[in-house]
């Protein structure tokens, strides 16, 4: 239909042919269109992914496809999927939120984030267990080139020191992003934080960053910060806000 602006077809079993319609289907719709194929089930989804982009030559030929928001979640992503989504100019959202991303589509995803010149939001949430143990710092580094992502979701993933230092370095430089979603850290002392603390509190620019409440009350009970020392980092934090259209 001429007026549909949203599709959300998620955990639906597919054939592989009509997974491949539906999706290249939406690419012509008038208006731009928020769809869901997240957590696709088949009956073997390697060989229908495989079948998909066999035939996604077809896909990356069109040229104005017209999509505003995607939702991938824990499907496959290929090199090839990710130079289609850089033709999407009116692609506000994507979501790759439990996605296996190796390593061999790491360089086009770097491209991706770097450069896709309309995108809004990168979701990348409930990653832990299916992307290579450095790929958060990847992105953070990734996004500090970024001149249009403002709103990035990473919340219930593995962050450790490392990461810390990196979301840090994020923060201190790319004054785009302005919401982060996150909701705890894999740290066991304070001193990890004082990076990421120490970047919200010399930022001039304003953003929304996740309070992770169960990080502090944990270095709380271990002692590691008291309760005056914790009110004056709250105040720091200010919950994301979801934009109106999405």
């Known amino acids: 239909p001429e007026c549909l602006t949203d599709l959300f077809l998620s955990q639906i079993h597919w ?6 319609t539906i999706f290249k289907s939406c690419c012509y719709t008038k208006r731009p269109i928020s769809l869901s194929l997240a957590d696709a089930i088949f ?7 495989r079948q998909f982009y066999g035939s996604f030559q077809d896909i990356l030929n069109i040229e104005n496809p017209n999509f505003y928001a995607l ?10 999927f990710l130079q289609f989504l850089l033709k999407c100019n009116n692609l506000k959202f994507i979501s790759f939120s439990g996605c296996k991303i190796k390593h061999h ?6 491209k991706f984030v770097e450069t896709h010149n309309s995108l809004h939001t990168f979701d990348l949430h409930g990653s832990i267990h299916v992307t ?13 080139k970024s001149r249009h992502i403002r709103r990035i979701d990473i919340s219930k993933n593995k962050m450790g020191p490392q990461c810390i230092q990196s979301l840090a370095e994020l923060i201190s430089t790319n004054m785009k992003i302005n919401q982060i979603l996150i909701d705890e850290f894999d740290i066991t002392e304070y001193s990890s934080l004082l990076p990421l603390i120490n970047a919200l509190k010399d930022r001039k620019a304003p953003i929304y960053v996740q309070y992770p409440e169960e990080t502090f009350s944990k270095l709380k009970e271990r002692g590691e910060i008291d309760d005056e020392n914790l009110r004056a980092i709250r105040s720091l934090f200010r919950s994301p806000y979801a934009p109106k259209e999405q």
């Open 105 to 110: 589509v790491v360089r086009m995803l770097q």
């Open 15 to 20: 054939s592989p042919s009509n997974f491949f």
């Open 132 to 144: 290579f143990t450095d790929m958060l710092s990847k992105l953070f580094y990734w996004l500090k």
């Open 43 to 49: 009956t073997s989804r390697r060989e229908s992914f």
């Open 71 to 80: 939702y991938w979640n824990h499907n496959h992503i290929r090199s090839i």
